[in-house]
Nanobody, 127 residues
Framework: QAQIVQSGGGLVQPGESLRLSCVTP????????IGWFRQAPGKEREGVLC?????????YTADSVKGRFTISRDNAKSTVYLQMNSLKPEDTGVYYC???????????????????WGQGTQVTVSP
């Protein structure tokens, strides 16, 4: 099974920025739809941003992050990024990237649509 290695995250103050990365060494990165998900304490995992494999378009952005978070992919480096700006305390949680090449994951930014997951990385936004 493909391996995903996440990096980034940490503790920041409100208003600051962070960039998370997911690297997928050794497999055909460009055929996969990719999603960033997060799970806040005591809450279910939710989709944040999802990007498809065909033209690399972002097909889903959670309302709570619109205008602040962006997703991008570099197929040559087999890497996907989540740029998070103007962070808020409610952005705190464990962030996961996920991959899948099913048609379902091409238009559904939900946990059940993605089969391969990174290990997760903690993001804490606190004064």
């Amino acid at each position: 099974q493909a391996q995903i290695v996440q990096s980034g995250g940490g503790l920041v103050q409100p208003g600051e920025s962070l960039r998370l990365s997911c690297v997928t060494p050794g497999f055909s990165f460009q055929i996969f739809n990719i999603g960033w998900f997060r799970q806040a304490p005591g809450k279910e995992r939710e989709g944040v941003l999802c990007i498809d494999s065909t033209i690399g378009s972002t097909y889903y952005t959670a309302d709570s992050v619109k205008g602040r978070f962006t997703i991008s992919r570099d197929n040559a480096k087999s890497t996907v990024y989540l740029q998070m700006n103007s962070l808020k305390p409610e952005d705190t949680g464990v962030y996961y990237c996920a991959f899948d090449n099913s048609y379902y994951s091409q238009y559904t930014c939900q946990e059940g649509a993605f089969g391969t997951w990174g290990q997760g990385t903690q993001v804490t936004v606190s004064p």
